[in-house]
T-cell receptor, first 113, second 117 residues
């Protein structure tokens, strides 16, 4: 079974600084998708960034980038120039083919002004 | 991007009653929808996979007679919580897969907060 582990229940960052959220996963598949989702207090799941496992290049979306280490099964999220609006729960997720998402336990990010 | 709606957004019911939650894909056809449950300060846990025109597949430990899922059309899946009890109080989120979208994208609904008194 696929599992996703987020070992940081809470993280804090100063506004305008950079923070990295960690995620590891376990799978026997070679082709899959990895995601980072943001869940603000409204609880709407917002896709932050996506990585296809067959792509070696790390995905980037503006201030958000990932460090994808396939052999190590590691998928960390780096948020640069942190903003107050980045404060939320962040979930790492794994998906194989068209199947469901498997989520990590989440990391609560606090941004200090 | 594609939109998934859920109705109602918040429901309060008495113990022993049944509650129906709707999940709709508004601008795409979803052959597969997923139902998740999220308890406070916890992650999303898959309850079941709903396939249009066939029976839902439930995760281990989820009572299929208690959580009835119907996916009667390509744009609508419903979750009915039967004989609800306070322990069923939770946040229920659906997602819908758009096979025509890049990466077979899945889109999440805004969720339904269920409170059972």
């Amino acid at each position: 079974a696929q599992t996703v582990t987020q070992s940081q229940p809470e993280m804090s960052v100063q506004e305008a600084e950079t923070v990295t959220l960690s995620c590891t996963y376990d799978t026997s598949e070679s082709d899959y998708y990895l995601f980072w989702y943001k869940q603000p207090p409204s609880r709407q799941m917002i896709l932050v960034i996506r990585q296809e496992a067959y792509k070696q290049q790390n995905a980037t979306e503006n201030r958000f980038s990932v460090n994808f280490q396939k052999a190590a099964k590691s998928f960390s999220l780096k948020i640069s120039d942190s903003q107050l609006g980045d404060a939320a729960m962040y979930f790492c997720a794994y998906r194989y083919n068209n199947n469901d998402m498997r989520f990590g336990a989440g990391t609560r990010l606090t941004v200090k002004p | 991007g594609a939109v998934v709606s859920q109705h109602p957004s918040w429901v309060i019911c008495k113990s022993g009653t049944s509650v129906k939650i709707e999940c709709r894909s508004l601008d795409f056809q979803a052959t597969t929808m997923f139902w998740y449950r999220q308890f406070p300060k916890q992650s999303l846990m898959l309850m079941a996979t709903s396939n249009e025109g066939s029976k839902a597949t439930y995760e281990q430990g989820v009572e299929k007679d208690k959580f009835l899922i119907n996916h009667a059309s390509l744009t609508l899946s419903t979750l009915t919580v039967t004989s609800a009890h306070p322990e069923d109080s939770s946040f229920y989120i659906c997602s819908a897969g758009d096979r025509l979208a890049t990466y077979n994208e899945q889109f999440f609904g805004p969720g339904t907060r269920l409170t059972v008194l």
